[in-house]
């Protein structure tokens, strides 16, 4: 079954350093997303993705992120001059249609620790 | 706005007992989605069932089920003869039209001892 790959598993970096997290979404999905997760805490909505375009975001998703589809395959997640509370999972999903009738099909997630 | 509530933060069942996972969601929207959503200790998101603001039929997947009651608001989340494989945090969530987000529960951590 297709799934939508996240790499990398696991991000250490320093305060204030740039981190780009990256995702290859389900290769006929049209709309792709980016959650974050605090550790223990609720899975949170960062920003959807479609047609080359951001179509929503949330508050969280400050001048701070940015999203990117650089090929055809990739779908990027740029967090530059990363803060200490930045550090969390990040999931990637995908969904072949949009919402609200469509099941997100989310990566593994990668873990960010900004030290 | 959209908000879940799921009132169980944490439940321990011992093997083969019977656990129902509660989730009360808030929408002024009149089509919406549910989801649920477990999160296993390994930390991946895998997806359990869809059901639509329309279908009010209650779903049985193996041991799961679902029962969905507009009335209350809720979409709750049966595990029958729990095992210990079904550790894990649940999520429940919600999608409603227009939107193009899922809003997450708080998740209910459920331990499943031997």
């Known amino acids: 079954e297709p799934e939508v790959t996240q790499t990398p598993s696991h991000q250490v970096t320093q305060m204030g350093q740039e981190v780009i997290l990256r995702c290859v979404p389900i290769?006929?999905?049209?709309?792709f997303y980016w959650y974050r997760q605090i550790l223990g805490q609720k899975v949170e909505f960062l920003v959807s993705?479609?047609?080359?375009?951001?179509?929503?975001k949330s508050e969280i998703f400050d001048d701070q992120f940015s999203v990117e589809r650089p090929d055809g395959s990739n779908f990027t997640l740029k967090i530059r001059s990363t803060k200490l509370e930045d550090s969390a999972m990040y999931f990637c999903?995908?969904?072949?249609?949009?919402?609200?009738?469509?099941?997100?099909?989310f990566g593994d997630g990668t873990r960010l620790s900004i030290l | 706005a959209q908000k879940v509530t799921q009132a169980q933060t944490e439940i321990s069942v011992v093997e083969k007992e019977d656990v129902t996972l509660d989730c009360v969601y808030e929408?002024?929207?009149?089509?919406?989605?549910l989801f649920w959503y477990k999160q296993p200790p390994s930390g991946e998101l895998v997806f359990l069932i869809r059901?639509?603001?329309?279908?009010?039929q209650n779903e049985i997947s193996g041991r799961y089920s679902w029962n969905f009651q507009k009335s209350t608001s809720s979409f709750n989340f049966t595990i029958t003869a729990s095992q210990v494989v079904d550790s894990a945090v649940y999520f429940c969530?919600?999608?409603?039209?227009?939107?193009?987000?899922?809003?997450f529960g708080p998740g209910t951590r459920l331990s499943v001892l031997p």
């Open positions: 999903a995908s969904s072949l249609t949009g919402p609200p009738n469509q099941p997100q099909h």
């Open positions: 290769s006929n999905h049209l709309y």
């Open positions: 993705f479609y047609n080359n375009e951001i179509s929503e």
């Open positions: 929408t002024r929207d009149t089509t919406y989605y």
């Open positions: 059901r639509n603001s329309f279908d009010e």
């Open positions: 969530a919600l999608s409603v039209n227009y939107g193009q987000n899922f809003v």
